[in-house]
């Protein structure tokens, strides 16, 4: 166990809806990341959050956006569902500091599939 | 810019037999690697890591990597597979700049025959 907690397992969605996925992450840590992992292939960077602002972000549109809390929980939302964001969906959040970090430790994932 | 690329998508042992992954790193600074482990509908597993020092690292289950600047390579071993190591393996190399991002290679599957 990772200590990080994503909510839901399954989720399934119709092509233009919009969808909200959650990640608690574990405790102390100020770094959360989200991935996208299509069947497979390799994780896929999509953005990174670090003391509530965005810390980086990948080769994704606009339409995949999140947001990170003060408790360092975190969401995922994604406009306008296409097919080809069926995928699996990790969280993974990390503590970065000035002088040290933690690797990144992944919750179970989020299976989102757009029909 | 950092990029990692894992040689061979399909890997497949006998039970017993030793267990090399193939990991090439590219990166303009001396790079942290890692090697996680997925089991299917799982997420990703830590099973070692590389940031300085030692560069022949131990992680669980009895894998170890070799961190070789020379040949910027971080392959993963096991002397004697099991057929619980049946799984999807990745390489990763952290990015220190625009962001804390881990890369990850494409996966190399392990299968392992009894």
């Known amino acids: 166990e990772t200590g990080v907690t994503q909510s839901p397992t399954h989720l399934i969605k119709t092509r233009g809806q919009q969808v909200t996925?959650?990640?608690s992450s574990q405790s102390g840590h100020n770094t959360v990341s989200w991935y996208?992992?299509?069947?497979?292939?390799?994780?896929?960077?999509?953005?990174q959050y670090y003391r509530e602002e965005e810390n980086?972000?990948?080769?994704f549109p606009p339409r995949f956006s999140g947001l990170q809390f003060p408790n360092y929980s975190s969401e995922l939302n994604v406009n306008a569902l296409e097919l080809d964001d069926s995928a699996?969906?990790?969280c993974a959040s990390s503590i970065e500091?000035?002088?040290?970090?933690t690797e990144a430790f992944f919750g179970q994932g989020t299976r989102l599939t757009v029909v | 810019a950092q990029s990692v690329t894992q040689l061979g998508s399909h890997v497949s042992v006998s039970e017993g037999a030793l267990v090399l992954l193939r990991c090439?790193?590219?990166?303009?600074v001396p790079?942290?690697?890692?090697?996680?482990?997925?089991?299917?509908n799982q997420g990703l597993q830590l099973l070692l890591k590389y940031t300085t020092g030692a560069t022949l690292v131990k992680g669980i289950n009895g894998f170890e990597a070799e961190f070789k600047k020379s040949e910027t390579s971080f392959h993963l071993t096991k002397p004697s597979a099991h057929m619980s190591d049946a799984a999807e393996y990745f390489c990763a190399v952290r990015r220190n700049t625009g962001g804390f991002k881990t890369i990850f290679g494409a996966g190399t599957r392990l299968f392992v025959k009894a």
């Open chain 1, 97 to 101: 500091q000035r002088t040290s970090y």
């Open chain 1, 21 to 23: 996925l959650r990640c």
């Open chain 1, 36 to 47: 996208q992992q299509a069947l497979g292939q390799g994780p896929q960077f999509i953005f």
């Open chain 2, 24 to 28: 090439n790193y590219s990166s303009s």
């Open chain 2, 31 to 40: 790079p942290y690697l890692f090697w996680y482990v997925q089991y299917p």
């Open chain 1, 56 to 59: 980086g972000r990948g080769n």
């Open chain 1, 88 to 90: 699996l969906y990790l």
